[in-house]
């Protein structure tokens, strides 16, 4: 069993910045994919990133070029740094873990794990 906690969200205005933090009980979550995903009210959980053991990222279409994840080893803990953000940002934020090798990363029936949900609100 891995327990992930999110943290880090909140209010922030159009163009600001934010960094959510998952921290994970379990050093065993180096080998495995971690991604985060988002659910705005009356949408579809949305895939947002991913990261793979070996280092390499995907990102959504939506988000690219302004979202980064990273991980930090020594602290069982990924990020996800939200660069100019926009309204339509706003959801609830999940981070999850997906312990088998998958090119499906983007599917979050993939994932195995999940943490319980941080809010993200963007005003305009």
């Known amino acids: 069993q891995v327990r992930l906690v999110e943290s880090g969200g909140g209010l922030v205005q159009a163009g600001g910045s934010l960094r959510l933090s998952c921290a994970a009980s379990?050093?065993?979550?180096?080998?495995?994919?971690v991604g985060w995903f988002r659910q705005a009210p009356g949408k579809e959980r949305e895939f947002v990133a991913a990261?793979?053991?070996?280092?390499?990222?995907y990102y959504g279409d939506s988000v690219k070029g302004r979202f980064t994840i990273s991980r930090d080893n020594a602290k069982n803990t990924v990020y996800l740094q939200m660069n100019s953000l926009k309204p339509e940002d706003t959801a609830v934020y999940y981070c999850a873990i997906d312990r088998h090798v998958s090119d499906a990363y983007y599917s979050a029936r993939e994932y195995d794990y999940w943490g319980q949900g941080i809010q993200v609100t963007v005003s305009s």
């Open positions: 990261r793979w053991s070996n280092s390499i990222t």
């Open positions: 379990t050093r065993a979550f180096l080998g495995y994919t």
